[in-house]
């Protein structure tokens, strides 16, 4: 990543004095950018939301009214984030909702705060790579406006991820509200999905079909180990695999095509 410019403001439903005025001060460009250095990620420079003559409250602020969003937020990621300078605050909600003191000195305008609904645009001024993500040929269809960032991380909450957040199998319950079939149960279960879902999809996009991080054997191989016998034969989870790993992927029709769980087999197979 590397640093960037103030980018459009949010893209989400405003008021169209306000984007007038939004497009007036993106004109007047540097001067009014809000720049924030974060301790975490140190190469990179991140932009907030801008909302013309506003400056940053800080998230203590946000809490006489936002109450229980405020205090849920202290676990988050987010919570983190510092504005620059000497009177540096800590500016957490106003990453993604641009500074907000006007909004609360109006006891709570909403056409002087940002909302960034559904939009993504928001969240990619700071993740540059995760747009990178979203632009491979398969991904989930964020772009397309089919599901958003927040179906699958809690802005307000956490670390972010939607579905629990300390039990490694818990993680998969946000896929599951989308994704039935993979949850079983199974009569017959991969132990590879108590390591999650991303053990071997990538959530946001790939390069291969189905999400996948690896498209062949080598994906499966990353957990099971692969012996090598005399005379050249390959054997794998004890069973001899030489002339089964030239006929395509471990996943193949015939193979462990069941490779979420089985309900009939237990080498993982319809
Ligand atoms: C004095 C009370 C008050 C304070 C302080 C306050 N807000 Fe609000 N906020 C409101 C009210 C009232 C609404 C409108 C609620 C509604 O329409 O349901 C609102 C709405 C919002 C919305 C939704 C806007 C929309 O278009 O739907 C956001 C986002 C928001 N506030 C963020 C913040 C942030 C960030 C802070 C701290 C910088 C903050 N608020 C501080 C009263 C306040
Ligand atoms: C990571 C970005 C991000 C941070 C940080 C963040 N929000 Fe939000 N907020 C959002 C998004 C996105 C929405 C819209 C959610 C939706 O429509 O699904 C939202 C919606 C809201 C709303 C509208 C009502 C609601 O619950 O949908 C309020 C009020 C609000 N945020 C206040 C806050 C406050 C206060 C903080 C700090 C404690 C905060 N936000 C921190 C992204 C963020
Ligand atoms: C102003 C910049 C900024 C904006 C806007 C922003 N983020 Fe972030 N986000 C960060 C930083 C900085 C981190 C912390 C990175 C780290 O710790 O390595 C982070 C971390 C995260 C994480 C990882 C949390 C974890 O604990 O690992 C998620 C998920 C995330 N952001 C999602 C979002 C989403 C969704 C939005 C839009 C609704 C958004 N972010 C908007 C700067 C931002
Ligand atoms: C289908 C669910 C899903 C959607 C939609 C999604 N994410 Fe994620 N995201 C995840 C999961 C799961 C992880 C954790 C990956 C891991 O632990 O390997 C993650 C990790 C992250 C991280 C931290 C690691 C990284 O890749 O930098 C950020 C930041 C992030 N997401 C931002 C976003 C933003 C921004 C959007 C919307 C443009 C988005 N995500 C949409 C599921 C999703
Ligand atoms: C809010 C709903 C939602 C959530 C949550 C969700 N997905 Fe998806 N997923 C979708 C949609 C919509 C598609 C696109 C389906 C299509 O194009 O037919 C998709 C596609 C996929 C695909 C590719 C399927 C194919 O046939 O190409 C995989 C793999 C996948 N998701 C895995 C996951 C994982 C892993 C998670 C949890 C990190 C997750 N999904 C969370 C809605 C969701
Ligand atoms: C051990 C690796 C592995 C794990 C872990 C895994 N998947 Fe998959 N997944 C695959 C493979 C391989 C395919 C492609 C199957 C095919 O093309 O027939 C796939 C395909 C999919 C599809 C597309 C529909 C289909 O069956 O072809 C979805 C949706 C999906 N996975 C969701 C999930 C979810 C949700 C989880 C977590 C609960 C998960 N996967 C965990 C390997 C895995
Ligand atoms: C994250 C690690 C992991 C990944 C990746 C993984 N597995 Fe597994 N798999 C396991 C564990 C753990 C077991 C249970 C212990 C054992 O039998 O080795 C298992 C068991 C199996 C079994 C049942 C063995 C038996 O006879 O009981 C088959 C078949 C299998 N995996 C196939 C696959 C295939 C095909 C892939 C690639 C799509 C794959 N695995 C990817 C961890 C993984």
Do not use: Y
Not at 65 to 84: I, Y
Not at 137 to 155: K, N, Q, S
């Amino acid at each position: 990543m590397k640093p960037t410019l103030p980018g459009p403001p949010a893209s989400g439903p405003q008021p169209a004095n306000l984007r007038r005025r939004l497009a007036f001060v993106a004109f007047g460009l540097s001067l009014a950018a809000f720049l924030l250095a974060c301790t975490t990620l140190t190469r990179t420079v991140m932009v907030t939301p801008t909302i013309p003559g506003a400056s940053f409250a800080g998230s203590s602020a946000c809490a006489e009214c936002h109450d229980d969003l405020v205090r849920n937020f202290a676990t988050a990621s987010h919570a983190r984030l510092q504005a620059r300078g000497p009177n540096a605050i800590e500016i957490g909600c106003e990453s993604c909702h641009g500074p907000g003191d006007l909004h609360v000195q109006s006891g709570g305008d909403t056409t002087l705060i940002v909302n960034p609904h559904k939009s993504p645009e928001v969240c990619f001024a700071c993740h540059l790579d995760v747009r990178g993500s979203f632009s491979l040929p398969h991904r989930h269809p964020v772009p397309e406006g089919h599901l958003t960032c927040t179906d699958c991380h809690d802005p307000h909450h956490g670390t972010g991820l939607r579905g629990g957040h300390t039990a490694l199998l818990s993680q998969n319950e946000g896929c599951f509200e989308c994704h039935a079939a993979q949850r079983g149960p199974h009569v017959f279960e991969h132990e590879a999905l108590r390591e999650g879902c991303t053990a071997c999809h990538h959530p946001h996009g790939s390069v291969n079909a189905k999400l996948l991080t690896q498209r062949n054997a080598t994906l499966c191989l990353q957990c099971h180990f692969q012996q090598q016998a005399p005379g050249g034969q390959v054997f794998i989870g004890g069973f001899n695999h030489t002339t089964f790993l030239q006929r395509g992927t471990c996943w193949n029709a015939g193979c462990h095509e069941a490779v979420h769980g089985s309900q009939v087999n237990s080498s993982l197979r319809f």
